[in-house]
Structures are given as structure tokens and as C-alpha cells.
């Protein structure tokens, strides 16, 4: 990357682990639309998954006493399940399929009802919610806006909420740097500049902690109803991004 191009990169993780350090979510998305104009799907996955691990993990700590470690535990059975499934098919996705997810997912968790969509807090809502997250996370690279359509309708206090989810999305994101990083190999790991990795993390880390005051002072009505708004407003843009691609040049 250039110099200018390393500062916008910078200035992107940044502001989304600022975003998802607030909401737990959408920051992710944001990232990896972002990222996805600038490298190959492979590329996009790994620079994320670095941002991203940051920065739950480092919020996951600032949160740890808030974070429901049943559920956690729970969530790595269906991880598991996933990553075996995966590995197995050796799946690489197309960008145009990528940001069709992006787009698609916001929607279908709206349009659930309750009595259909599992919550994390219940018999097998956790399991559930780690084999359908971890899928579209290999898929797509994000799974934020499904993860919370898992917690979001609960009356979890929101900082339970993200601290629980940030743990969550640590070991995703480790799932995909290893199968994105290492198990398709041909050098994807390899093309990402190691100075990138180092603003990524260090930006993340930055944004994360910068958001934690904001979280304090919200409540968990607003918590909810502006997390809703954002996501559903990124996910109208990847939708028309990816439709787009579609369309004869």
C-alpha cells in the first residue's frame, strides 16, 4: 500500500472498531467493504480477521466481567461443526456472492420472528448461532449482523451483549484467518504487508477503547434501536453493490 492509502486504511479501522466497540456490530461490515475495493477476497479476509480479533479481543477484555462464558463455550461446539464442514468443501467465494451476503443478511434476521430465530441464551441457540455465524464468516468474512440477531431480542444488559458476542467473534475471526491464512495457502498470508497488520491492530485497539465511555452512557433502548438503523443502512448498500456486479458492463 501507499503511504496515503496506509493512512486511509488506518483511519478506517479506526473509526469501524470505534463503531463496533459501541455496538458490537457493524463496524465489521463497514471494514470489510472497504477492504474488499482495495485487495483480493483472501486478502480482504485475513487484513479483517487481524482488525477484527483485535478488536473484539481487546474489548473483550475491557468487558470480561460482563461476558456469559456458558454461551461462549457453547458457541465453539457449533464453530467446530462448521470449520470441519468447511475445510472439507475448501470453499473461496466470489466478491460479487461476498457482498450479496453483506447485503442479504440484515434482512433475513429483520424478518425472522421470535419463535423462529434461536436466542443465545437458550437450549441450543448458542450451538446454532455458532455454526450458521461461522459459516457466513467464511462466506462472507462478516457475521456481526446474524450474531446479533441472536442476542439483540434478549433482555441482556447491552454490555453483556458485547462483551458475550466480542468473545464470540475472537474465535471466529481466528477460524477464518486459519482457514483464509493457512489452509488454502498459495501464499495468501503472505501478500499482506506486515506493516499493515501493525496499524490494523494498533487502530483497532485505539477505536475499541475510545468507544468504551460511549457504551457507559447509552442506553440499552438506544443500544438496540440504533443498532437496527445502522445495519440495515449498510446492508441496502452492499445489496446494491453486489446486484451491481451482476449487471453487463
Not at 480479533?53 to 466481567?65: D, F
Not at 456469559?68 to 463455550?73: D, E, F, G, N, P
Not at 437458550?122 to 455465524?133: H, K, M, N, R
Not at 499493515?196 to 434501536?225: I, P
Request: charged fraction near 10%; hydrophobic fraction near 55%; charge should be positive.
Amino acid at each position: 500500500m501507499t503511504p496515503l492509502l496506509m493512512l486511509a486504511f488506518a483511519a478506517t479501522v479506526l473509526t469501524t472498531s470505534f463503531v463496533s466497540g459501541l455496538f458490537g456490530m457493524a463496524g465489521g461490515m463497514l471494514l470489510m467493504g472497504v477492504l474488499l475495493f482495495l485487495v483480493s477476497v483472501p486478502d480482504a479476509m485475513v487484513l479483517h480477521g487481524v482488525a477484527q480479533m483485535a478488536s473484539n479481543g481487546w474489548r473483550a477484555l475491557l468487558w470480561r466481567k460482563y461476558i456469559l462464558w456458558r454461551v461462549v463455550a457453547r458457541y465453539i461446539i457449533g464453530l467446530i461443526a462448521a470449520g470441519m464442514l468447511f475445510v472439507s468443501l475448501v470453499i473461496v467465494p466470489d466478491e460479487r456472492v461476498v457482498l450479496l451476503l453483506l447485503g442479504v443478511v440484515p434482512f433475513v434476521g429483520r424478518m425472522l420472528p421470535d419463535k423462529i430465530m434461536p436466542q443465545a441464551t437458550q437450549p441450543g441457540g448458542a450451538e446454532w448461532c455458532g455454526f450458521i455465524s461461522t459459516s457466513l464468516q467464511l462466506l462472507s468474512g462478516v457475521s456481526g449482523p446474524l450474531l446479533d440477531m441472536f442476542f439483540v431480542r434478549s433482555v441482556l444488559d447491552r454490555r453483556v451483549v458485547v462483551a458475550t458476542k466480542a468473545a464470540c467473534q475472537v474465535v471466529t475471526h481466528l477460524s477464518k484467518l486459519l482457514y483464509f491464512g493457512l489452509l488454502l495457502g498459495g501464499g495468501t498470508a503472505s501478500t499482506v504487508d506486515p506493516l499493515v497488520l501493525t496499524f490494523a491492530v494498533a487502530m483497532a485497539v485505539l477505536g475499541t477503547s475510545m468507544s468504551r465511555m460511549f457504551l457507559e452512557r447509552m442506553t440499552d433502548q438506544n443500544f438496540r434501536k440504533y443498532t437496527w438503523r445502522i445495519v440495515m443502512a449498510v446492508g441496502c448498500v452492499y445489496l446494491v453493490k453486489g446486484l451491481n456486479g451482476y449487471l453487463p458492463a
